[in-house]
């Protein structure tokens, strides 16, 4: 069974840094994009951070290029979001996913209800 597990979360203030990790237990094939995905306070919807995709290619929205960066580490099987220049508007839930289905700039709209979804971690940065 595929789980995702996130870590990382707190609160900052603006202009500060945080490093989000999500540990990938069970089987994910080679061929998966994982991303980062953020839900802000209720009644927003969930939107696509970044991409990681199999062959390495990044995807990010614009807001956040040049301030996160989407990595892997293989050895243990842990994906990360370095997150730097944090901003109010960065505030929300993150959550990170594994999809087959879709990559790139495609994966940004990855709906809940596909691939494999941890159960996400708070951050607040305040101004």
């Known amino acids: 069974q595929v789980q995702l597990v996130e870590s990382g979360g707190g609160s900052v203030q603006a202009g500060g840094s945080l490093r989000l990790s999500c540990v990938v237990s069970g089987y994910i094939d080679s061929t998966y994009s994982l991303g980062w995905y953020r839900q802000a306070p209720a009644g927003k919807w969930r939107e696509g951070v970044a991409i990681l995709d199999s062959d390495g290619t990044t995807t990010y929205i614009h807001s956040v290029k040049g301030r996160f960066a989407i990595s892997q580490d293989n050895a243990k099987n842990t994906l990360y979001l370095q997150m730097n220049s944090l901003k109010p508007e960065d505030t929300a839930t993150y959550y990170c996913?594994?999809?087959?289905?879709?990559?790139?700039?495609?994966?940004?709209?990855?709906?809940?209800?596909?691939?494999?979804w941890g159960q996400g971690t708070q951050v607040t940065v305040s101004s």
């Open positions: 996913a594994a999809n087959s289905i879709v990559a790139g700039q495609a994966a940004l709209s990855l709906e809940p209800d596909f691939g494999y």
